[in-house]
């Protein structure tokens, strides 16, 4: 950290030193932002103006340390930075703050849902984000809130509300994807009749539901707490913000309720759907049964070859029970019409 302050104000190359930096910018009031290196990070803290933002996406473990001591975290923080905790939370550690989401990225072909984590580190005058998996980029974000500067001058806990309310949109237009994959489902159900191949789908769908909804339901938790919480990374009337990301996320649940019930209702409708095809198909096979049980057993019946039986000798017997058999199939076929057996 021996570089002075105008050293560190000064143009240095753009290049991330690692691909997985997607970012590390220098932000101070009323200048353009400064890309830092790794080894700048520590001294570019030491200014009482700097906002220092940093942005990584699956870095390997050195990378990573290297961030971690540059930015002064604790061993314990670090730990959790790289463990395998994806359930969202937040951890208090005095001056810094921990907050680990949950994101989401669809598949472009089969329209499956693959979850990443999102570990966010807020400090006084940072802002530390660590993207673990499938994650939409930050890139858009930095850019538009770059354009409004007094909204990344408000301070670091503003940008983290910024961020979430950005995951959140992308919620919002993954709800958009699953709420077509229902529609289509429901319009199959009911078209088609229910098979091996659309139970799988059923079921696959039901447990992408339940996967989105444990990503979302907590951390509307943590930030109903971060809401209530008096946490030194964040500013008193920052915490209102947290409170309506919260009543955000409910809704959203909420919606995501809605649709998982819908295909629960989808699903009954397919079902006795599907049970009334069967019951219509066992009804047709009984009444031709029925009908076919007449000539068999009168074939059955002369075809004992008993000597002294009716009309054996009789000249038109042959057609006169051909006649009666006709007769009495006709009846029943009438009969299962009109009852709308056939």
Not at 7 to 21: C, F, G, Y
Not at 145 to 168: A, S, T
Not at 211 to 218: G, K, L, S, V
Request: charged share 25%.
């Amino acid at each position: 950290m021996s570089e002075s302050v105008e050293q560190l104000t000064a143009d240095v190359t753009n290049k991330p030193e690692h691909s997985s930096i997607m970012a590390a910018y220098l932000y101070v009031s009323g200048q353009e932002p400064r890309a830092l290196r790794i080894d700048q990070v520590g001294a570019a803290l030491l200014r009482p103006d700097a906002l220092v933002w940093i942005g990584l996406h699956n870095p390997p473990l050195d990378i990573l340390q290297a961030f971690t001591e540059q930015l002064g975290l604790g061993s314990e923080l670090c730990s959790d930075l790289t463990g395998e905790h994806s359930h969202p939370r937040f951890t208090d550690y005095d001056e810094n703050l921990l907050l680990i989401a949950q994101s989401v990225q669809m598949e472009t072909d089969r329209q499956r849902p693959h979850f990443g984590t999102i570990r966010f580190v807020l400090g006084q005058r940072f802002l530390f984000t660590v993207r673990t998996g499938p994650s939409p980029s930050h890139a858009d974000m930095r850019t538009r809130l770059e354009k409004m500067r007094h909204r990344i001058d408000r301070g670091c806990d503003h940008i983290l509300v910024d961020l979430l309310n950005g995951l959140l949109d992308h919620y919002a237009e993954i709800y958009k994807g699953f709420e077509r994959r229902v529609d289509r489902t429901e319009r199959a159900l009911i078209k088609v009749a229910m098979n091996r191949v659309s139970i799988q789908q059923l079921y696959m769908l039901r447990r992408d539901f339940h996967r989105f909804h444990n990503a979302i339901e907590p951390l509307g938790e943590v930030c109903a707490r971060l809401a209530r919480l008096k946490l030194d990374p964040i500013a008193e009337h920052t915490r209102e913000h947290f409170l309506a990301l919260s009543r955000r996320i409910e809704s959203m649940d909420r919606l995501f309720s809605n649709l998982s019930d819908d295909l629960s209702f989808a699903f009954e409708a397919g079902m006795l759907i599907e049970q009334a095809r069967q019951t219509d198909t066992t009804r047709k096979l009984a009444a031709w049964a029925a009908i076919i049980a007449i000539p068999t057993a009168v074939a059955g019946i002369y075809g004992m070859n008993f000597e002294n039986m009716p009309e054996l000798k009789f000249k038109y017997g042959y057609y006169m029970v051909l006649g009666l058999m006709a007769t009495a199939c006709g009846t029943l076929y009438a009969l299962f019409r009109r009852a709308k057996w056939l």
